[in-house]
């Protein structure tokens, strides 16, 4: 009797350790294979791809205030939309941005990568926007002889990231003073610095009211913070227009960071410049396509599109909806954290962190 009592009890003990273990080693291998949402097939930001490959125009990038071009091929389409695509200080090399550019290339639209430095320090600030405006030119003068396709000059966004969106914001609202072509919409990513007194504006009370216009701030960047963003989205004359919050988002060792450098995406095979200063080569060793480029970034971008060229899809780029705001969905179920969407200018307290707090969304 007290042999069997002690054997069931030693049984009872291993068998619960042996779940223990179980637990742990299953829960370890599940917590191991987590990855993050995928690039959905179709839609914003989706790889429902219609062209398979990309003709690229380089010849004119040699120096500052040139420009690269970027069609889309496989097939050729007969007419595209234009992408203006203003990189940030630093990353004149569009491998930075390259998935980027092949995604909305591969969508159907041409895409003009103006080249503003032609070093890291070369030319100094006052030259940026001179530069950017040089590029932007010759682009659509090298457009309108173009034979392979029609470009479609009436349907023009302008887009770019870090000093390139302020660049973006300022060309937006002085289009007719620089000469340059009015953009039906505008998306300005993590835009900055305001400190830097080129392409400075008081307020943006001057962007015409028809132009549509999304402002992205990472919720983690600790490059530029936000400061510049909510001056634009704040003070910007356009009618509709929503401020984004790209929050950070992290499960089991697996992290979206909100962080400064989430829009770029390498791609090598765009790699147009041999020597890399610091920023393009920490850009090589950080940026890849991920969860918050297909949801965030590459979405809205797709979305401003569709919604202001063929007034399509606009519940994905604005109005705080459901599909605006998805992220997509971990694989163990779980949904990433949502973008945050304000309608209204927000106005924090002061802080003295460069990303300030921002109060709940609409």
């Given at each position: ?7 069931m ?20 291998l599940s917590f ?5 949402p ?26 500052a ?14 007419s595209?939309n ?16 390259g ?8 969508k159907?639209n ?5 080249r503003?430095?032609?070093?890291l320090?070369?030319?100094l ?33 302008y ?20 000469g340059v ?33 999304l ?21 910007a ?8 919050i ?18 770029c995406?390498?791609d ?15 850009a090589?060793?950080?940026c890849?396509s ?18 202001s ?21 971990w ?16 106005y ?15």
């Amino acid at each position: 009797m007290i042999t069997n009592y002690i054997l069931m009890n030693l049984l009872k003990r291993f068998t619960s350790i042996g779940l223990v273990f179980y637990f742990t080693i299953t829960t370890s291998l599940s917590f191991g294979q987590l990855y993050m949402p995928e690039q959905p097939e179709s839609g914003p930001g989706g790889k429902d791809y219609k062209h398979l490959s990309i003709d690229v125009v380089a010849e004119h990038a040699k120096k500052a205030g040139g420009f690269w071009l970027y069609y889309p091929a496989s097939p050729t389409p007969d007419s595209a939309n234009i992408v203006v695509f203003i990189p940030g200080f630093g990353v004149p090399n569009p491998a930075v941005y390259g998935k980027w550019i092949k995604h909305l290339v591969g969508k159907g639209n041409i895409v003009i990568y103006p080249r503003y430095q032609q070093k890291l320090l070369k030319p100094l600030l006052p030259g940026f926007v001179d530069n950017a405006v040089d590029g932007i030119k010759s682009a659509f003068e090298y457009l309108e002889k173009e034979e392979k396709l029609t470009p479609r000059f009436e349907n023009i966004i302008y887009t770019g990231h870090s000093y390139g969106g302020k660049i973006a914001a300022y060309l937006t609202v002085n289009y007719r003073e620089y000469g340059v072509p009015k953009p039906k919409a505008l998306l300005a990513n993590q835009p900055g610095l305001i400190a830097f007194k080129a392409a400075k504006l008081k307020d943006y009370t001057k962007m015409d009211e028809d132009i549509k216009l999304l402002v992205i701030i990472g919720a983690k960047d600790k490059i530029v913070g936000d400061n510049l963003g909510l001056l634009i989205f704040n003070t910007a004359g356009a009618k509709q227009k929503n401020l984004v919050i790209q929050p950070q988002d992290k499960r089991y060792g697996q992290e979206i960071d909100g962080s400064h450098d989430e829009p770029c995406a390498i791609d090598e095979q765009l790699d147009a410049i041999k020597r890399r200063n610091y920023v393009t080569r920490a850009a090589f060793r950080r940026c890849e396509s991920d969860v918050a480029d297909f949801y965030c970034y590459w979405k809205l971008l797709d979305a401003l599109i569709d919604c202001s060229f063929n007034n399509e899809n606009c519940e994905y780029a604005f109005g705080n909806t459901y599909e605006q705001t998805y992220m997509g969905v971990w694989s163990d179920g779980h949904a990433a954290e949502p973008l945050r969407i304000y309608k209204e200018p927000v106005y924090p307290n002061k802080s003295k962190r460069k990303n300030r707090k921002i109060g709940k969304p609409d």
